[in-house]
T-cell receptor, first 115, second 108 residues
Framework: DTEVTQTPKHLVMGMTNKKSLKCEQH?????MYWYKQKAKKPPELMFV???????INESVPSRFSPECPNSSLLNLHLHALQPEDSALYLC??????????????FGSGTQLSVL | GENVEQHPSTLSVQEGDSAVIKCTYS??????FPWYKQELGKGPQLIID?????GEKKDQRIAVTLNKTAKHFSLHITETQPEDSAVYFC???????FGTGTRLTIIP
């Protein structure tokens, strides 16, 4: 199984809602990532978890809260988002965390719309 | 932050012809250079990568060349097919910054 599974595929939420994005991988990878991708732009790194501990936070606003319950699961909790947060949120995993030397496996993403 | 410049932003190629996409990076310490393909409605997928100890790598119709002195690397796709149509991203630098992307269209 070489897949990274993300749910839901689509999400519409209001600015006062609380929602969560979920990501799962069963490749035994020890590093997991959240990326944000706006339309016609490249993915931008948000968070990196290595061995279930937060290794990188790219100065992401606190309305985005990541969580890594175990080595296979990664969540992104959303609260009080703004319309400009609308984007495709991509989860990825890699065997180990050395961004400069690792093959990333991406999920298909969650298309988020904030109204 | 460290930039990765990618050109061209769009490329249309007749089926069967070759396509070349170029990237320039800024971090001289970079030693890993992947290329990702993103199809509509999907996440990026790694298609080929190269490490700094080699100058060229080939996998069937896809090849990547690296010039560390000039800090640029290129993706070459030969005998293009309609299924090659997608957005392609290079990546480099300390935190694997993605290039701005190239939308490749193969004309049947």
């Amino acid at each position: 199984d070489t897949e990274v599974t993300q749910t839901p595929k689509h999400l519409v939420m209001g600015m006062t809602n609380k929602k969560s994005l979920k990501c799962e991988q069963h490749m035994g990878h020890r590093a997991m990532y959240w990326y944000k991708q706006k339309a016609k732009k490249p993915p931008e790194l948000m968070f990196v978890y290595s061995y279930e501990k937060l290794s990188i936070n790219e100065s992401v606003p606190s309305r985005f809260s990541p969580e890594c319950p175990n080595s296979s699961l990664l969540n992104l909790h959303l609260h009080a988002l703004q319309p400009e947060d609308s984007a495709l949120y991509l989860c990825a995993s890699s065997q180990d965390y050395r961004l400069t030397n690792e093959k990333l496996f991406f999920g298909s993403g969650t298309q988020l719309s904030v109204l | 932050g460290e930039n990765v410049e990618q050109h061209p932003s769009t490329l249309s190629v007749q089926e069967g012809d070759s396509a070349v996409i170029k990237c320039t990076y800024s971090d001289s310490a970079s030693n890993y250079f992947p290329w990702y393909k993103q199809e509509l409605g999907k996440g990026p997928q790694l298609i080929i990568d190269i490490r700094s100890n080699v100058g060229e790598k080939k996998d069937q119709r896809i090849a990547v060349t690296l010039n560390k002195t000039a800090k640029h690397f290129s993706l070459h796709i030969t005998e293009t097919q309609p299924e090659d149509s997608a957005v392609y991203f290079c990546a480099a630098n300390e935190k694997l910054t993605f290039g701005t992307g190239t939308r490749l269209t193969i004309i049947p």
